[in-house]
Every structure is written in C-alpha cells, then in structure tokens.
C-alpha cells in the first residue's frame, strides 16, 4: 500500500525528472475528496484529452465540464511536453474499471482485458490528460511523447513501481479509447528502460 505524494513531493518528483512544470491556480489544494478517499495509490492511468488546443484543454481538465467536475486529472501534458499541473488529491479521471486489472496492477503482473466497471479508479491512480484529439490522426510530438514516459517513471520511480502500474484508460474501463495514437506496451516498454 502507497501513500500517494504531497503535492511539493510530485512537484519535486516532475522537476528532478527535467520536465517543465506549469502550476495552474491552486492545484494543490483542487481535488475531489469530499467525494471519497485518495490513497492507497497503485499506479498511473495515461489519458488523452479529446479536446483542441493547450490551453482550453488545461482549462477544462482543471474546471471540469457539465455533469463532470474537476480536477479531471492531476496533470496535462501539452504538445510541447509541458506538464501543467491541475489538481493535487481525488481526480475525475479514472472512473470505475475492472477490479482484476487493479490486482494485476497491484501485483505488477500482465493485465487481463477490462470487461467490467466495478472499482473506484480515480482513488487508486494518478491521471494524465495528453493533449491530443485522439482520432488516430492527431500527432504525438517527440517533447510529448518523452513528457508522457518520464513523468510516469517519475512517479513509479518515487514509489518503487515497474513500468506495469501505469495503464491507459482503454485497460482499465471497457469502451474506453485513450489513448490513441500509440500503445501502451510501446509506453510501458520506454518507462521500463527509463527505471533501469
């Protein structure tokens, strides 16, 4: 069982790892825990925003959208590589997913394929959104690309994980696409040889 950071240790964490870090409004203190726990944390979900353009999509994973409020994340990632970071605590991101894929990750053993949605995700798991409109047409830039794998080592790095807890939410939650435009093995094999 992880505790998950304090918000100066991710900030920390994210800066050791040589990324830019953009801190927007007070996100340490914007979360959803009065919606329930955060913690115990077992990895990291990989996200793609489906939204166009840095700033509306770090405006609307901070704000939230109707029916969905935020933090939808603790992080976005934009096309430069840039983390900028929207919430520190409970996120809306995750969701409910697949129990086994929770013990697989726990166990950081290979993931069976998500067939239901039983499990509180977004207090099991730090989020990403990766600006990106996730049409399979959408390019990755190198910056993000590299963004994406060293913040997630980072975080594995602090709490001692191998590159399986971090998933993409098309792993953990039936029907889910993101993100699209690279696999996850692809990511997870970059993290691995990053934590060597």
Known sequence: MAPPMTAGTLLDRLRAAGLTVVEVGDWEH??????????????VVIHHTAIPGAERAVSVCRDGRAGLPGPLCHGVITKDGAVHLVGHGRANHAGLGDDDVL??????????RANEANTDGNRHFYGFECENLGDGKDPWPTAQLDAIEKAAAAICRHHGWSERSVIGHLEWQPGKVDPRGFSMTWLRGRIRDRLK
């Open 30 to 43: 914007h979360n959803r825990n009065h919606q329930g726990p955060w913690g115990p944390v077992h990895g």
């Open 103 to 112: 013990r697989a990750v726990v166990a950081e053993k290979a993931l069976p």
